[in-house]
């Protein structure tokens, strides 16, 4: 979607960031969800492999980018999994603890 000289496409300048995703796991689990739901969806990355990893600890892993648009609709995909995310961690008791 970017031109050889490096100008963003006029779809490119519609989109807008819904989500900053922490690592490629919630980013794979994200864009699958977005893309069943026929939401096109870009996933910017924002790893620099020459600068090992510097700035995700400061911008995230990357962030999920919509048309505008999709924005509310990719909202609220996004909240879905991330709260059945959240409700279906398991807690495992401490050592020594009754289960």
């Known amino acids: 979607m970017t031109l050889e000289n490096g100008e963003m496409t006029a ?3 519609d989109l807008v960031r819904i989500h900053t995703v922490e690592n490629r796991f919630e980013a794979d689990l994200l ?3 977005l893309r069943q739901e026929n939401i096109p969806v870009l ?3 924002f790893e620099e492999t ?3 990893g510097l700035f995700v600890t400061q911008m995230g892993w ?3 980018l919509v048309p505008g648009d999709y924005e509310e ?3 609220r995909v996004v909240n879905r999994v991330l709260e059945s995310i959240n409700n279906d961690v398991v807690k495992v008791p401490a050592t ?3 289960q």
């Open 73 to 75: 609709e990719a909202a």
């Open 50 to 52: 020459a600068y090992d």
């Open 43 to 45: 996933l910017r990355r």
């Open 31 to 33: 864009v699958q969800a």
């Open 96 to 98: 020594g603890e009754d």
């Open 11 to 13: 779809d490119q300048r």
């Open 62 to 64: 990357g962030a999920l």
